[in-house]
């Protein structure tokens, strides 16, 4: 499958995105999704994850109750809403797919096989 993350910007401080991540191929709707996202000069960082049907979550601490991930897989796609950002929320966000048959909600890169090629997400305060 392949991902193509969509939908960053600069934004100010407070303010609202959604990003998008396309996926090409009939089997995206087996696929659990995840958002990451990198932070100059720090690791890639787990944001939140959403099973094949969408019924099952996970978030990171630092974005519960702001950021919402949902997807369509009637049109191949996996959203992520970001509500109240703030200046730490500036990274590059990257959609990734697990293939497994269970859903882990996993924050480990490792456990994605799949990976797009990000958008940038600019805060300004």
């Known amino acids: 499958v392949q991902l193509q993350a969509s939908g960053g910007g600069l934004v100010q401080a407070g303010g609202s995105l959604r990003l998008s991540c396309a996926a090409s191929?009939?089997?995206?709707?087996?696929?659990?999704m995840a958002w990451f996202r990198q932070a100059p000069g720090k690791e890639r960082e787990f944001v939140a994850a959403i099973n094949w049907s969408g019924g099952s979550t996970n978030y990171a601490d630092s974005v519960k109750g702001r950021f919402t991930i949902s997807r369509d897989n009637a049109k191949n796609l996996v959203y992520l809403q970001s509500n109240s950002l703030n200046s730490e929320d500036t990274a590059v966000y990257y959609c990734?797919?697990?293939?497994?048959?269970?859903?882990?909600?996993?924050?480990?890169?490792?456990?994605?096989?799949?990976w797009g090629q990000g958008t940038q997400v600019t805060v300004s305060s």
């Open positions: 191929g009939r089997t995206f709707s087996t696929y659990h």
């Open positions: 990734a797919a697990d293939p497994s048959t269970w859903y882990r909600g996993s924050s480990y890169e490792r456990d994605y096989l799949y």
